[in-house]
Structure formats: C-alpha cells, structure tokens
C-alpha cells in the first residue's frame, strides 16, 4: 500500500511533497522571548516551514532527586547554574506559547512544540498547532502517546534511542487511540552522532515497516546529512537553529547557523525537484541538444564518385545533424555519387540510386526514424537488380510499419513504468544469415539503441 501524505496546517507533507524543514529553536531561546521572535525571523527566511519549541516546565520533565544530582557544572559556557536553576530559566509560560503562537502566524510560519506531559498535549491542541511534536524518550511513555493520539492533532514521533520492537509498540498505542496523521523521524539521540551511526537508510525501514510518511531528525553538525536523508526520501528534516553557535546555553553548539539553515532549506528542495521520476525521459533541453552534442558519419578521407564505401572510410564526428553512426551498416557498401572530401558530413542524397533519394524523401515527409525504413533496403539489397519503381507501394510499407512501431513503443513503455524496470531484453529471432535483412523497430529507445529483431521482412 502507497504511503499517504499527511496535511500539517494545510501543507502537505509525504512523499511526492516537497521536504516540510523544521527548525528546531528548543530552549536555544534561553528564555528571551524577544530573542525567540529574531529566530522565528530568521527562520522564515531561510525558507523553513515551521518552527519549533518544548513545551516542558520545571514539574512536567524532571524529578526532585534528578535536580539534586545536578547542581554544578565544569562546562559554564552551557550551564550557567543547577539544573534547576537553567530549567525554570528556559521553559516556557502558557502566556509566551500564545505570544509565539500569535507571532507565527503573523509572518506566516507554522509553530509547533514538543509535548512532555498530557497537559502540554492540551495547551497545544487549544492553540490549534498544526502538529504536536513527542520526543524520542516518550517512544515508551504509553500515557502521554495515548493522551497525544486522542488529541486529533497530526503527530510527530522521534525514534531515537528505540529498537524496531519499541517503536512498533508506540505506533500501535497510538493507532488504537484514535491517531490517523503520523510521521516518524529517523533520529539518533547523540549530540553529535558519529557518521557511521547515523544510519539514514533506516528511514526505508520505518516507511517499510509503519506505512507512515518518514522524515529526519538531525543531531549532526552542519548541513550535508540533513540533505542527504531528503535523497533518501525524507519528507520532513527537523535541525537545530540558533542565531550564533556561540551563544550561551545547551545546544548552540550543535545547531545550524542562519547560513546553514537556508543551505538546508535550498537544496533540500532542489534535491527533491532533482529526484524527479523513475520513468527514463529524455527532456526536450536534451533532444535539442542530440544535434550539437551526438556524433554523425563523416568520411575520413577524400574519396572520389563511383567509391562503394567500407567501414575504414568512415569516422564519427560531431555535430549529431547528419546520418547517425548507429546507420552505418546502411553506409557500407553504398556508392558515392560525386567526390567528397575527407570530414565530409554524409547525408542519403550523397548515394547513387534515384530510387533511393525519392524514397528517403518519402520517409522524412511521413517523419519515420530511420531504422523503420528497411523495407525499401531490403529489397535493394536482396534483390540488387529490381529497379524498384514502384517506390509509392515502399512508401505506404513505411507509413504501415511507422505506425506498428508507435503502438509497440507505447505498449513496452507502459510494460517498463508499470512494473518499474528499466531495461528489457528482446529475443532475437533467426540467425546470422539474415543480418542484412532485419528492421529495426525502435522497441526499446530505453535501453540504449534500438532493438534488432531479425527475421524475414516479407
């Protein structure tokens, strides 16, 4: 079953949306609220889509003998007193979430937060967020999952810190409680994780195993792995922000900087429009550029009228305007009509035969590929002594296989975007003995080149 994108106030996010960019500013606003609205603008500017704080309070997320045990710190710079001290400094009141609510939606960025009780589930709800953010340590806090999922609001889980095992448990607390909107984010609780514990591929696992829309939860420094996990189909990615890496307080240190934010936002997006689709297209930028770029037959040295070609008198050159290289078994053993220099670009008119000169007229008016027109060639070939004046009835066999070769196109494109592969193998029909006498049908323009299929023709 496809997985459905999920609609977080009105913006969809999942796949086939655009990555849906989380700035995560946390309690990086030190408790200054003037200072969290500079980072809401900010963020906005760099391009992300919402941002987003905690809503813990001194009572919600830590016990009384947890504050005891964390009175001093060696490192000032991160911790300017107890724990207790630093919590109650940087939590948020009631009244500052409505004030940042209110603010966000002035400059048009979605606000969100982390929930670490059921009572900060409801206060989100009331201020109707788009989505409720459940950190990794709630993975196996099945009250507040049940309190989040009965909500109705879109949720966000994080699954740092958790086995498959955990993770499906929570997904199942939550589904039994009424949540239908969930998005997992891949996410490693180390600040900052070693590359190769990062895992990105994970991602695929949680999409496999949840059917769920699946994003990224970055811990890294810099920009390269939140990027990354968009290549590998994260919908969401959710960066720690800040204004300046050397700010005061917990997590500065390891947050993206207004620089790194908008490169994470930009090519995120790019990165997504590059994935584009798994159907192999050929844009019309690029057959534009077949005639500069690709090779025609030249001669390769001065031969005089009357010459019947061989392979050693050709070369491929650019520019791709004349007889494409993937014709010259068509070229050899032909017979030039007048003298050519070397590093001439050889056209069908340059051939002895007035037969073949009308005939080759005839295929480009019906706009038939080359290789259709074999018919014509194969009876030149195999029966060198026909005049051929009867070069209307080659022309109708043309236009009559000029449109099988459409219909065969289409049935075997559709074959390949249905079943999702990229390359089919034809079987050859015959042997060696009919080389010269097999049409090309153009079946398989994915693969390469066309397909011979080699056979009588009539």
């Known amino acids: 079953m496809a997985v459905k994108p999920v609609s977080l106030g009105g913006r969809m996010v999942g796949p086939g949306c655009p990555p849906y960019i989380i700035a995560e500013i946390g309690a990086n606003h030190n408790g200054d609220i003037a200072l969290a609205k500079r980072m809401i603008d900010e963020a906005k500017r760099c391009g992300a889509d919402a941002v987003k704080f905690q809503s813990?309070?001194?009572?919600?997320?830590?016990?009384?003998?947890?504050?005891?045990?964390?009175?001093?710190?060696?490192?000032?710079?991160?911790?300017?007193?107890?724990?207790?001290?630093?919590?109650?400094?940087?939590?948020?009141?009631?009244?500052?979430?409505?004030?940042?609510?209110?603010?966000?939606?002035?400059?048009?960025?979605?606000?969100?937060?982390?929930?670490?009780?059921?009572?900060?589930?409801?206060?989100?709800?009331?201020?109707?967020?788009?989505?409720?953010?459940?950190?990794?340590?709630?993975?196996?806090?099945?009250?507040?999952?049940?309190?989040?999922?009965?909500?109705?609001?879109?949720?966000?889980?994080?699954?740092?810190?958790?086995?498959?095992?955990?993770?499906?448990?929570?997904?199942?607390?939550?589904?039994?409680?009424?949540?239908?909107?969930?998005?997992?984010?891949?996410?490693?609780?180390?600040?900052?994780?070693?590359?190769?514990?990062?895992?990105?591929?994970?991602?695929?696992?949680?999409?496999?195993?949840?059917?769920?829309?699946?994003?990224?939860?970055?811990?890294?420094?810099?920009?390269?792995?939140?990027?990354?996990?968009?290549?590998?189909?994260?919908?969401?990615?959710?960066?720690?922000?800040?204004?300046?890496?050397?700010?005061?307080?917990?997590?500065?240190?390891?947050?993206?900087?207004?620089?790194?934010?908008?490169?994470?936002?930009?090519?995120?997006?790019?990165?997504?429009?590059?994935?584009?689709s798994t159907e192999r297209i050929v844009t019309e930028a690029e057959l534009k550029k077949r005639k500069s770029f690709r090779r025609c037959i030249v001669l390769s040295k001065d031969l005089p009228a009357g010459h019947t070609l061989q392979l050693e008198d050709l070369d491929f050159k650019r520019p791709g305007t004349g007889i494409a290289p993937t014709e010259y078994p068509y070229v050899v053993g032909r017979t030039l009509a007048r003298d050519l220099e070397a590093d001439h670009e050889l056209a069908w008119s340059d051939f002895t035969g007035w037969w073949f000169r009308r005939l080759v007229a005839a295929y480009r008016i019906c706009g038939v590929t080359w290789p259709v027109f074999s018919a014509g060639l194969w009876r030149e070939t195999v029966h060198p002594q026909s005049d051929c004046r009867d070069h209307w009835a080659d022309i109708r066999i043309v236009a009559v296989w000029q449109a099988i070769r459409m219909l065969l196109q289409r049935f075997w494109n559709r074959l390949i975007v249905q079943n999702q592969r990229s390359r089919v193998t034809l079987p050859a029909f015959g042997g060696s003995a009919f080389d010269r006498r097999f049409v090309y049908c153009g079946l398989a323009p994915f693969a390469g080149g066309h397909v011979p299929l080699r056979g009588w023709f009539c």
């Open 56 to 276: 813990w309070s001194s009572s919600s997320l830590i016990c009384k003998g947890e504050f005891e045990r964390n009175t001093t710190y060696a490192d000032k710079k991160r911790h300017f007193g107890s724990l207790k001290e630093m919590v109650d400094a940087y939590q948020l009141t009631p009244d500052q979430h409505v004030e940042l609510n209110d603010y966000c939606r002035g400059i048009g960025v979605h606000f969100m937060s982390s929930a670490f009780s059921p009572a900060e589930v409801t206060l989100l709800k009331d201020l109707n967020v788009p989505a409720i953010k459940l950190a990794s340590m709630d993975v196996t806090n099945p009250v507040l999952l049940a309190a989040a999922a009965e909500s109705g609001v879109p949720l966000i889980l994080s699954t740092g810190l958790s086995d498959l095992a955990e993770v499906a448990a929570a997904v199942a607390i939550l589904r039994a409680h009424g949540c239908q909107d969930l998005v997992l984010l891949h996410c490693i609780s180390i600040y900052p994780p070693a590359y190769e514990d990062i895992h990105l591929n994970n991602m695929k696992t949680l999409e496999n195993a949840f059917n769920v829309p699946v994003g990224f939860s970055d811990h890294s420094i810099g920009s390269a792995i939140p990027i990354a996990s968009v290549a590998l189909g994260a919908c969401m990615v959710e960066k720690h922000f800040t204004l300046e890496k050397d700010m005061e307080g917990w997590d500065h240190w390891i947050s993206a900087n207004p620089e790194e934010l908008e490169v994470i936002c930009r090519e995120s997006r790019n990165v997504f429009h590059a994935l584009g």
